[in-house]
C-alpha cells in the first residue's frame, strides 16, 4: 500500500467474483482502469469469494484456483501491490461483523426489488435441480454484503460496469438509513465511477464469456491467440479477397482494431478494405500480432508470478493485513455508533 495517502483524490474499493480467468473484456472494461486509478486514489482491490458462495455455494472445487486467478490476472494487467492492496473478501472478518450489523437495519423489500439481484435470482431457477433450493437467505443478502464491503472501508468511490451500480444505490440507502438511525454522520454515501469502455464482443460477435468459447483470455498464449482472432467474424457480406470491403459491417474484426490499434494503423486498414486491397484472413493476422504485441509484457509479468507463488502469497497476505488495518478502524466507530457493549 502506498503509505503516503495525503495527496490522493480519496479512497476506492472494488471486487470482483472468482469466475474463472479474465478476458480481454474484462481487461478493457475493468483492469485497465483499476491500473490508472492506483496511481490516483488509495484503493483496495479484492477477490469476493463470498459472494461467490452466494450461488455456487455447492461447487466449490475450484474455488481456490479460481481466486488465486483473479490475483495472477490483476498483477500481470498491471496493478501494482506498491500502490494497491489485494486482499480476499473472507480474509475480513470486520466485513462480516458489518454485515450483520447492516442486514438488521435493512428492509426486507429493498433487497427484494433489487433488479440485478431479480435477473440473477431468475438465471438461477432457470435450467436448475427443481428439488433444489436455488435462492438463499445469503443470496438475498447480496447487497448487503457488498454494502458492507464497501462500508467496512468507508470509501468514496466504487469503479464498477453499469450492472453493479444498483447495488451501490442500495449501499448509498443503507448508509443514509445507519447515519439516520444512529444519528451519525460516520458513513459517507460511496458514489459509483463508471466504467466507460465500451463492451468487447466475443469472436463470434456474441457476448464475449467463457462459457461461450469466444473469449480471449490474458493468460492465453500466442499462439492461441492468434487461432482465436482468426475465426472473428468479419463483413459477412464480402465473398472475394479483392471484393471491395466494409469495415462498418465488420462485426468484429475492426471493433478489435479500434480497442487495440492506434489510429493511424485504424485509418489505414479502412482504407485498404475498402479499397479491396486487403483480405479478411491477412487482416486478421495483423490484427493478432497487434494484440499479441500489447499482451506481450502482461503475459511476462502473469508467467512471473506464476512461477513465483510464494511471492503471490505475500502480496495476498500483506493486502489482507493493510485492508484489516484500513476496516478495523473503520469499525470501532461502528461498534460505538450502534451502541455495542464493548470492553
Ligand atoms: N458484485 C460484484 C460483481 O459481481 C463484485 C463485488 C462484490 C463488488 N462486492 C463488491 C464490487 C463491492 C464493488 C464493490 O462484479
Given at each position: 500500500m502506498s503509505t503516503n495517502t495525503a495527496n490522493k483524490k480519496g479512497r476506492i474499493?472494488?471486487?470482483?467474483?472468482?469466475?474463472?480467468?479474465?478476458?480481454?473484456?474484462?481487461?478493457?472494461?475493468?483492469?485497465?482502469?483499476?491500473?490508472k486509478l492506483q496511481e490516483e486514489y488509495e484503493c483496495?482491490?479484492?477477490?469476493?469469494?463470498?459472494?461467490?458462495?452466494?450461488?455456487?455455494?455447492?461447487?466449490?472445487?475450484?474455488?481456490?484456483?479460481?481466486?488465486?486467478?483473479?490475483?495472477?490476472?490483476?498483477?500481470?494487467?498491471?496493478?501494482d501491490?506498491e500502490k494497491s492492496d489485494?486482499?480476499?473478501?473472507?480474509?475480513?472478518?470486520?466485513?462480516?461483523?458489518?454485515?450483520?450489523?447492516?442486514?438488521?437495519?435493512?428492509?426486507?423489500?429493498?433487497?427484494?426489488?433489487?433488479?440485478?439481484?431479480?435477473?440473477?435470482?431468475?438465471?438461477?431457477?432457470?435450467?436448475?435441480?427443481?428439488?433444489?433450493?436455488?435462492?438463499?437467505?445469503?443470496?438475498?443478502?447480496?447487497?448487503?454484503?457488498?454494502?458492507?464491503?464497501?462500508?467496512?472501508?468507508?470509501v468514496d468511490y466504487?469503479?464498477?460496469?453499469?450492472?453493479?451500480?444498483?447495488?451501490?444505490?442500495?449501499?448509498?440507502?443503507?448508509?443514509?438509513?445507519?447515519?439516520?438511525?444512529?444519528?451519525?454522520?460516520?458513513?459517507?454515501?460511496?458514489?459509483?465511477?463508471?466504467?466507460?469502455?465500451?463492451?468487447?464482443?466475443?469472436?463470434?460477435?456474441?457476448?464475449?464469456?467463457?462459457?461461450?468459447?469466444?473469449?480471449?483470455?490474458?493468460?492465453?498464449?500466442?499462439?492461441?491467440?492468434?487461432?482465436?482472432?482468426?475465426?472473428?467474424?468479419?463483413?459477412?457480406?464480402?465473398?472475394?479477397?479483392?471484393?471491395?470491403?466494409?469495415?462498418?459491417?465488420?462485426?468484429?474484426?475492426?471493433?478489435?482494431?479500434?480497442?487495440?490499434?492506434?489510429?493511424?494503423?485504424?485509418?489505414?486498414?479502412?482504407?485498404?478494405?475498402?479499397?479491396?486491397?486487403?483480405?479478411?484472413?491477412?487482416?486478421?493476422?495483423?490484427?493478432?500480432?497487434?494484440?499479441?504485441?500489447?499482451?506481450?509484457?502482461?503475459?511476462?509479468?502473469?508467467?512471473?508470478?506464476?512461477?513465483?507463488?510464494?511471492?503471490?502469497?505475500?502480496?495476498?497476505?500483506?493486502?489482507?493485513?493493510?485492508?484489516?488495518?484500513a476496516?478495523?478502524?473503520?469499525?470501532?466507530?461502528?461498534?460505538?455508533?450502534?451502541?455495542?457493549?464493548?470492553?
Open positions: 474499493i472494488t471486487g470482483m467474483r472468482p469466475t474463472g480467468r479474465l478476458h480481454l473484456g474484462h481487461y478493457l472494461g475493468v483492469l485497465k482502469n483499476m491500473v483496495f482491490f479484492f477477490v469476493a469469494d463470498w459472494h461467490a458462495l452466494t450461488t455456487k455455494f455447492d461447487c466449490t472445487e475450484n474455488l481456490v484456483e479460481d481466486t488465486r486467478n483473479v490475483v495472477l490476472d490483476w498483477l500481470a494487467a498491471g496493478i501491490p489485494i486482499y480476499i473478501q473472507s480474509h475480513l472478518p470486520q466485513t462480516a461483523e458489518l454485515h450483520i450489523y447492516l442486514s438488521m437495519i435493512t428492509p426486507q423489500n429493498w433487497v427484494e426489488r433489487d433488479p440485478t439481484l431479480k435477473d440473477l435470482a431468475k438465471m438461477l431457477r432457470t435450467g436448475e435441480d427443481e428439488t433444489k433450493p436455488n435462492v438463499s437467505y445469503g443470496f438475498l443478502g447480496y447487497p448487503v454484503l457488498m454494502s458492507a464491503d464497501i462500508l467496512s472501508f468507508n466504487v469503479p464498477v460496469g453499469i450492472d453493479q451500480v444498483a447495488h451501490i444505490e442500495i449501499t448509498r440507502d443503507i448508509a443514509r438509513r445507519f447515519n439516520n438511525i444512529y444519528k451519525t454522520e460516520l458513513f459517507k454515501e460511496a458514489k459509483p465511477l463508471l466504467t466507460t469502455t465500451p463492451m468487447l464482443k466475443g469472436v463470434d460477435g456474441q457476448k464475449m464469456g467463457k462459457s461461450f468459447h469466444n473469449d480471449i483470455k490474458i493468460s492465453d498464449d500466442e499462439e492461441t491467440t492468434t487461432k482465436t482472432v482468426m475465426k472473428a467474424i468479419t463483413d459477412r457480406s464480402r465473398a472475394r479477397r479483392d471484393d471491395p470491403g466494409h469495415p462498418d459491417k465488420c462485426e468484429v474484426a475492426f471493433e478489435y482494431w479500434k480497442a487495440f490499434a492506434t489510429e493511424e494503423q485504424v485509418k489505414k486498414v479502412q482504407q485498404e478494405c475498402i479499397a479491396g486491397k486487403r483480405g479478411c484472413a491477412d487482416c486478421k493476422r495483423e490484427l493478432a500480432a497487434i494484440i499479441n504485441e500489447q499482451l506481450k509484457p502482461i503475459r511476462e509479468r502473469r508467467k512471473y508470478y506464476e512461477q513465483h507463488p510464494e511471492i503471490v502469497d505475500e502480496i495476498i497476505k500483506k493486502g489482507d493485513e493493510n485492508a484489516r488495518i476496516a478495523e478502524e473503520v469499525l470501532s466507530k461502528i461498534r460505538k455508533a450502534v451502541g455495542m457493549f464493548q470492553l
